[in-house]
């Protein structure tokens, strides 16, 4: 849908004016989602902007009207309907349809009710078009016209311009104002709201389009001074219009696919890309219109879903506040209150907190953490890890170099990455009895090198990226038994695993044991933005804080330049406090069922190896390395987001998902099966 949506600081301000002069100037179609006050004639409801606009020669439609003057929200409730926005986009889109330019007209200002929880600004932002705001030239105007560009923006919407509408007749003063000033003071009060509202309007980056003289009546005999007056508003709209053209000759997936990496892709020949323009709840929205239900949580992370309330609202308090400043020499609230949070719920006796900027850094923090440890205690020669094949733990080159050696990076790297020890990967299942032979491996192992080694890392009960494997939390509490009878410290790298995911707050908790280090992220900020945290206990902090000058002298040497961020940590902390005040165990639980339910009939189909769920988690592993291209066109044209890659076709959707929209990914992947793309 092309145009702008045009709204006003209050009611009676002159949307209809203003919207009516627009459509005659850009032959653009008025859309009112909502029209109360109709009035009853014996050919049906007569909506009274409707014939405004058509009045002096605009087009109009309103799409569900009501008699009662009053908001929607009520006048729905009086006719015993409800209204809703995603059900008035989808109609406004519909209406929309073959239009080069439409005005969707609000009903009153911007948090005017539709129903009990959404208002007319949430109309708005779903529909992303720029937003013309009209504004009641009165006394008061220039706190009502402020504040309503500061909503307008804070939702991520473009203000296209204001466009200042006189309500008041010069001659007498407004009774209904409260205002006692005389006509000389009013009209002076009203010519400074328009050189102010420009200034303070400029300052937020909204230009002040049109100062419309009053009209009362007289919008019909008054009709070219109207035009003209509104023209630079038409131009501004037009304007808008091409925007997105402004670079033509290069769209912008070409630019893309000429000028950016993803992930793990080629230069030269990338598998396609689609452009995601917004997302809410558990949707991407595609820039051809489609919504695709998410699968994926944005890898692991956004575990609320898109679009929370309670993270926007802390991330855009701390960055009206204080969205960074360095953390050397520098503390802050945001930091220790999300370290005191966090020090409350992960597993009892972790105790210090390093601050990261991504999951791969918190790694890289954890394995200096060990080796420093390792050092200040005298054992220089334990400058090794050892870590079970399968795992995965990032893609910088600490990291990269405990990950899987086949699956990992390894082979392109071999010059570059110090070499550390791998054992079997765990082979015991989660849902099968424990064996206790999967341990004999790193036992053996331990018993001829521990004193090489400084910690054991792995991604507790669940591999992920190496796999997606969940195996059984005795194995993890057997590598603690162990790692304690050779004083070697255990890294549990909870990245992927934290924050509810398996069915526990973290994985650690299935096998009851504390590590000495975890790393933490993804989910941490609830999808937000990056950032991380390596944990320690207290052990291993003084362990490394009593190394000899010689030695670094204690200190624990990284320091990244966003360590701590501000803005990170204060949604961070919104995130878990979200989490923690929702039902997350139910909400995981009834996700394990659904997985389960929607995906076990795959089991034993051709090209698929096995089939298994743990938490939020469901995995359908196939014989073969996917078509990964080819699938995921698949999924898109099925209207969901899944990303297969290797043998795995898997997805983890956010805990908010509502069961028809599991229903569907299971479903999506089943059919995938069904039509052999799997094989
Ligand atoms: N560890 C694990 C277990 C992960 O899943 C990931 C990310 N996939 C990382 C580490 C690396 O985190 P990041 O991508 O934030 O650097």
Known sequence: MKGCFVTATDTEAGKTLVSAGLSCLLEALVLKPVQTGCVQTAEGLRAPDVEAVEGLGGRARALHCYLPPCSPHLACELARERLSVAGLATELRAAAQGETCVLVEGAGGLHVPV????????????LGLPVLLVVANRLGCLNQALL??????????????????????????????????????????????????QRLA?????????DIPYLGQKACAAREELMERLAPAARRVQELLSEPDRRAGESLLDFDRNHLWHPYTSATNPLPVYEVTSTRANRLCLADGRELVDGMSSWWCAVHGYGNERLIAAMTRQAQRMSHVMFGGITHRPAVDLGRRLLEIVPQGLDWLFYADSGSVSVEVSLKMAVQYQQARGRAKRQHFL?????????????????DPVNGMHVLFTGLLPRHYFVERPTCRFDKPFDPQSLEAAKTFLQNKADEIAAVILEPIVQGAGGMWFYHPDYLKGLRELCDAYDILLICDEIATGFGRTGRLFACEWAGITPDIMCLGKALCGGMMTGAVTLATRRVAQGIGQAPTELGGGLLMHGPTFMANP?????????????????????VASLQTWLHEGLAPNAGQPGVRDVRVLGAIGVVETEKPVNMGLLQQFFVDQGVWIRPFDHLVYVMPPFTSPKEDVDRLCGAISSAVRKGLVL
């Open 115 to 126: 129903n009990e929880q959404e208002s007319m600004l949430d109309l708005m932002q779903e």
């Open 148 to 197: 309503s560009i500061e909503a307008v923006q804070a939702r991520g919407l473009e203000v296209a311009g204001l466009v200042l509408n006189r309500v008041v007749e010069p001659e007498c003063c407004d009774p209904g104002c409260g205002s006692t000033a005389s006509p000389e003071d009013e009209a002076r009060i009203l010519a400074d709201n328009v050189t102010s509202l």
């Open 202 to 210: 400029a300052r937020r980056h909204v230009p002040l389009l049109a």
């Open 387 to 403: 870590t079970p094949m399968g795992g995965y733990h990032g893609d910088t080159q600490g990291a990269m170099s405990v990950c």
């Open 567 to 587: 803005l990170f940590c204060a949604t961070a902390l919104a995130s878990v406090d979200e989490l923690l005040a929702s039902p997350w165990q139910e909400r």
